[in-house]
């Protein structure tokens, strides 16, 4: 049974963890974009020490270590045993990474505290994103900071939410519980600076970052249908419908997804993330 938007720790080790491996390729293609601002706003320096949060297949802790070199070190930090084999196995012959299977929220991080903190949308999965965010702050020194990427309004990012649309017209989907973990959980840029300063961080900045998206890195609206179809949160309640529905609504996907053409043929679907830098009060 589809949990709708809903997403927490025991999805990330169980269903999500494995869609995740399952279509890494896609959804690394997907979130480069995002991923090379993060890593451009971090600059993470030579030397430093950083921990990448929820590092999944671990793009962003390979890029990290890079730019921190030799004298640097960068940890990987991930609730899903799943994500992290597959992030130890690419990273494989890069001396200054390591990987810690954890759940950020409430297990002791080693090689604690940490310059420097990283993280692309790893951070909306918290039961209790208050109580998680101090824990995440007291990961760093006195005067470190975080930089994270976060997923902005539903509305401005169309390449999940119009797909949802459209197999909400098909099928019944769960109504979004807007308290509980999930990709949009963090949304809410006046909200999520609150979070952050009842965390006690300070010095935070919110900026916006508007992009576009390949869907699953495909340039075909067929191969994007079929992305969303089978790797986004409503893809088990797909799944589980007739054959008739299914094929309706991929054809319905296919339209969607075809609006987004580019005159150079590639799939280019809106996007608005939020990147967060917050300091941990010297
Ligand atoms: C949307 S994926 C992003 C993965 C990766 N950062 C990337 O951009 O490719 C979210 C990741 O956060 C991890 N995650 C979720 N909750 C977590 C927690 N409480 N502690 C550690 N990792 C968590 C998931 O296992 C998953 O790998």
Known sequence: MTKGEQVGPQDWQGERGVRWLRDMAGFEAMLQPLGDALMA???LAAGERVIDIGCGGGWTSRTAAIQVGARGAVCGVDISALLLGEAARRAAGIPNLTFVRADAAVDAIPGAPFDRMISRLGVMFFVDPVAAFSRLRRLLVPGGWVDWAVWGPKEDNPWMFGAREVAG???ELPAPDPGAPGPFTLADRDRLA????AAGFVDIEIVEHRHHVAVGGA???AAAADFAASAFFFADAIEAADAATRAAIHEDLISFYRDFRTADGRLAV???AWLVRAAASR
């Open 41 to 43: 706003r971090a600059a």
């Open 169 to 171: 017209r098909h099928l």
């Open 194 to 197: 609150d979070l952050l300063a």
């Open 219 to 221: 340039a075909d609206p």
């Open 270 to 272: 809106p996007a608005r």
